[in-house]
C-alpha cells in the first residue's frame, strides 16, 4: 500500500493526464458495451411474448439465463423476484422468463419438466440447467446474494458489476 502511494505521490501533470485520458476512454468503452447489451435487451427482465423472441434473444446474446416457469407457481415467484433485481444489475448477461402454459412446446423442447426450470446458455448452447432451488440452498428464502453467487459459479454473471469489474482490469 505504501509503494501505491509513493507511486501516486510521484506522478507528474504528464502522468496525471495519461492516465486521465486512459480512464475516458474505458469509460467511453465501458457505456458502447452497456448500451449494446441495452439494445439486445439486457438490463431488464425480459417476458417472452412469442417464440421468436426467445430463439433471437438466444442467438442475439453471448449469456442467458432462461427462467421456465409458471405464474401460480411460488417458488416461480421467488425466481422471478431474484432475476429482476440481477437484470438490472448485470447488463453482461440476458435474464428472460418463458411461461410455460403459454409456450409448452418451447419447454417441451427443452426438456422441462420440473419448475422452477432455470437454463444457463452460452454462445447459443445450453450447457446447464438449475432444477428447483437446491443450488440455492433447498430453501424458498434464499438472498439474491445467493443466487448471483450460482451464477457466477458457472460463469454467467461476473462476481461485481461490470463498471466495478472493468475499472480494475489493467
Not at 41 to 60: A, C, V
Not at 108 to 132: R, Y
Request: net charge negative; glycine share 6%.
Amino acid at each position: 500500500l505504501d509503494d501505491e502511494i509513493d507511486r501516486i505521490d510521484d506522478l507528474d501533470e504528464d502522468d496525471v493526464t495519461v492516465l486521465r485520458r486512459k480512464r475516458v476512454a474505458q469509460l467511453k468503452e465501458m457505456a458502447k458495451r452497456r448500451d449494446g447489451w441495452m439494445a439486445k435487451g439486457h438490463g431488464r427482465y425480459n417476458i417472452i411474448s412469442d417464440p421468436q423472441e426467445f430463439f433471437q434473444g438466444m442467438k442475439d446474446s453471448e449469456r442467458v439465463v432462461c427462467h421456465f416457469g409458471r405464474g401460480a407457481t411460488m417458488r416461480c415467484k421467488i425466481i422471478d423476484k431474484h432475476f429482476q433485481i440481477l437484470a438490472q444489475k448485470h447488463y453482461e448477461t440476458r435474464f428472460q422468463y418463458v411461461d410455460v402454459e403459454k409456450f409448452p412446446n418451447i419447454a417441451q423442447s427443452f426438456n422441462v419438466v420440473m419448475l422452477p426450470h432455470i437454463m444457463l446458455v452460452e454462445k447459443q448452447n445450453t450447457f446447464h440447467s438449475i432444477i428447483g432451488l437446491d443450488d440455492f440452498g433447498g430453501r424458498d428464502d434464499f438472498s439474491t446474494d445467493r443466487m448471483e453467487e450460482v451464477l457466477c459459479h458457472y460463469g454467467m454473471v461476473n462476481d461485481r458489476d461490470m463498471f466495478e469489474a472493468d475499472q480494475s482490469e489493467e
